[in-house]
């Protein structure tokens, strides 16, 4: 059969259709190799299991490209040499902290045993002197006629009780100098009430007893008082011995503590050094890793490389994300390129 001239011309125009079609569409090949390009300046990525999706013409002439494929992080020599350097660092920070730590509790164990034994004395000869303040107190209650002071109770504060107990002593004494006072103002006033009677024609009274009586009364007030500072005074001579006790077993504890501080020291280095350390492992990794890499996917990759370091033997020391999205390209003169 002969094909007619008009025939071969459409068949040479839909083939160079067809042919022009191609060109406005990359390849994969094309499509992996600009997305190779792009981690050129990181060594230590690359791309495997690569696979278009689908892709979009785009009426400007560029083409959008939907893809997936795994993006591999394989560590470089220096990368591990950080972790390695990291690792050992840290386990011999680790190693020492656990002594310190073990000394620290040690120490701590002994101090609160001791202390505890301080408090155990304290409370009870606490308990001790407030049943006989409250005895004392009651005695002095009953036996006083018109004064009165308050109840004394020394608290859990040991710092606090000498100065209770000397306010205490005061404030009886005070009740003395006050009735002695209010004893002369009585009497004076009984002796102005005879003068009254007397420049009345009242010679029959007789206010003599109410003198005595008045003094009895003060005399019965004094002596109460006088007595319940003198119980005080006892009180306090036998709760300060616990007192001083108590201090001298605090100043114990101090003297453990100023001894172990060299340790409490030592551990809070180690803690700031590790610290430290991990801060520059990172920055070794950030710095390592080429500042020119696409830095989404550096970030990524960096956190799970940090995460997982412990495992980079496990893995051969690789690791792979599976990445996906739109590649945007462009025709250029050197063929199809990504558009940045």
Known sequence: MIRSKNAIVVNLLSLALLVGCGDNRPSDSDIKKQLLSQLSPCPELSITNFKKINGYPQNDGSYIAEVQYNLVFTPSDQMLDYVNDYNNTITSITREGANDKAKAEAFNAQAKTIDGACVDTYKSNLSAANTSLASAYDDFKNAAKWRSISQLTLSNNPYLNAGELDQAIAQAKAAINDAQQLEQERLEQNKSNSKAAIAQGETWMDFSSNDAQIRADTNQQITADTNYINAVISIKDNFTKTLVQYSSCE??????????????????????????????????????????????????????????????????????LTESGSVHLIKSDNGWVIQN
């Open 251 to 320: 100043n114990n504890i101090q003297k453990l503590y100023q001894a172990n501080q060299g340790i409490f020291d030592h551990l809070k280095a180690l803690n700031t050094e590790q610290v430290s350390t991990r801060d520059k492992d990172i920055a070794g990794l950030q710095n390592s890793l080429n500042k020119d890499c696409p830095i989404i996917v550096i970030g990524g990759l960096l956190g799970l490389f940090d995460a997982d370091r412990d495992d980079i033997d496990a893995y051969r020391k690789t690791y792979r």
